[in-house]
């Protein structure tokens, strides 16, 4: 990319942090905001601006990209009192890549289009790897002519960047990717669980099986980490849980029932009430020792 460009990031946590490195490195004017300022002191020395608000990085940016934890931190940053909608600046682009309810991205672009911004939802897949690498997996939803232009600063995060539909598709569609998730992680954690049990070693059983039908992203980089004992958050537990809540709620809407995204849910929600609401979702092997 020759083009260089404002760049607004409000969120740097495990995942948000390597994506404004990515922008860095890739030599764009940098200015972001997080509740916690330790956690962004290491961009500042690579070359960040840190300021004091979301409508602070709002005025000075040309994009700005938000990745929060929960749907009432992304309505907080966009419709709060320091919030991003509180200035003008006409053509900006907001794209909140937080995993949120379809329901608010499309109020986001409703608020947007009143202030003469462009808006996208473009939550994404591939945990903290997927953000170091720059490999993501991004599900875009909005008007495609602003899809069409984002694209070039999209692509120094993922490798899969789709066009899903109108605002809340992109939503919707990191909803099915989490229903996937939740219920292939019973089948990972119970794959290791019998595998132990039958004294196997289960380093190369995964050599065997993570080739074979029964591959998935999941099993080949998260299987790992729960042999070793490793529950560091690549993606805390605490997060998937509200994605599976969001899921079971836009299905209820459906009509549509998903008994294998309810049982996931309520195993996940165990682990948090025995203190792994910090953990990955990896952790969720600690149910089955």
């Not at 929960?70 to 900006?92: K, M, S």
């Not at 996208?120 to 232009?149: N, R, W, Y």
């Not at 789709?162 to 992680?185: D, E, F, P």
């Amino acid at each position: 990319m020759s083009k260089k460009f404002n760049v607004g990031f409000i969120g740097t946590g495990v995942m948000g942090k390597s994506l404004v490195k990515h922008l860095l490195n890739a030599h764009h004017e940098v200015t972001i905001y997080t509740r916690t300022k330790e956690k962004a002191a290491d961009l500042v020395k690579e070359g960040a601006v840190l300021v004091s608000s979301p409508s602070e990085v709002a005025k000075k940016v040309e994009i700005l990209f938000t990745m929060v934890g929960y749907p009432h931190d992304v309505e907080e940053v966009y419709f709060g009192d320091n919030g991003i909608f509180q200035i003008d600046n006409v053509n900006l682009i907001v794209i909140d890549m937080t995993t949120s309810t379809p329901t608010l991205a499309k109020k986001i672009e409703e608020k947007a289009k009143e202030k003469g911004m462009l808006s996208l939802d473009a939550p994404v897949s591939g945990g903290d790897i997927g953000a170091q690498l720059g490999k993501l997996s991004i599900m875009c939803g909005g008007e495609k002519s602003t899809f069409e232009q984002a694209l070039p600063i999209l692509s120094l995060f993922g490798e899969t960047i789709l066009y899903q539909g109108a605002a809340g598709a992109g939503q919707h569609t990191k909803m099915c990717n989490q229903i996937t998730i939740a219920t292939g992680m019973i089948g990972v954690c119970e794959a290791l669980a019998y595998g132990r049990k039958a004294g196997l070693d289960l380093d190369q059983v995964l050599r065997s099986i993570s080739t074979g039908a029964a591959g998935s992203w999941s099993l080949s980089n998260l299987a790992p980490r729960m042999i070793a004992g490793n529950n560091e958050p690549g993606f805390y537990i605490k997060h998937f849980v509200k994605d599976m809540k969001i899921a079971l709620e836009e299905a209820d809407k459906m009509g549509l029932q998903l008994p294998g995204l309810a049982l996931a849910k309520s195993l996940y929600e165990e682990l948090m009430e025995d203190g792994y609401s910090e953990n990955g979702t990896q952790a969720l092997i600690n149910m089955y020792k």
